[in-house]
C-alpha cells in the first residue's frame, strides 16, 4: 500500500501489524482503534468533496490543507485521489525541556494538572518558508 504522496513513516504504520504498531510511540499516532480510522494533515488542490461519499471527514484549514479522519479501508484510496498532493500522519510530541517550554509560553502548570491529558487537542505547525501558520482545535 506504499504511496510516494504519502510520507514515509505513515507508509511504515500502514504496512506494520496493528499488534507491532500499537507497541510503538510513533507508528500509532493519529489511529483511533475504536473506530478504526486514522487522522491526517494533507496538502491538495482544488476541492475535497468527493471524500465525502467515501466516508472521509474533511476539515479543510488554509493554504490548501486539510485534516482528514479517514477509515482505514480508505487510505490507498486517498493516496491516489487527484487533489491529494501529499499525506503526513500527526506527530506526538514530548517535553523535555522546562526552561524551553517556558519560553515557548507553555505554562509549567499545564504538566502538573493529571486533568489535562490533550486528547483530542490538535496542533499544526505549517511552515511554507515563507510564512509560519500555527493552528490549533
Not at 468527493?50 to 472521509?56: F, K, M, T
Not at 485521489?81 to 505554562?107: H, M, W
Amino acid at each position: 500500500m506504499d504511496s510516494q504522496k504519502n510520507e514515509n513513516l505513515l507508509n511504515l504504520a500502514l504496512n506494520t501489524p496493528a499488534v507491532q504498531r500499537e507497541q510503538s510511540l510513533e507508528l500509532n499516532v493519529g489511529y483511533d482503534t475504536e473506530e478504526k480510522t486514522w487522522e491526517v494533515i494533507v496538502k491538495y488542490h482544488g476541492s475535497l468533496q468527493e471524500l465525502a461519499a467515501r466516508r472521509i471527514v474533511v476539515e479543510e484549514l488554509i493554504a490548501g490543507y486539510a485534516i482528514l479522519t479517514v477509515p482505514e479501508s480508505e487510505m490507498a484510496v486517498l493516496a491516489q485521489t487527484e487533489q491529494i498532493e501529499y499525506v503526513e500522519k500527526p506527530k506526538r510530541l514530548f517535553f523535555s525541556d522546562i526552561a524551553g517550554n517556558t519560553a515557548a509560553c507553555f505554562a509549567p502548570g499545564s504538566m502538573l494538572s493529571r486533568q489535562l491529558t490533550g486528547k483530542g487537542v490538535l496542533v499544526a505547525v505549517i511552515d511554507s518558508g515563507e510564512r509560519v501558520i500555527i493552528m490549533s482545535s
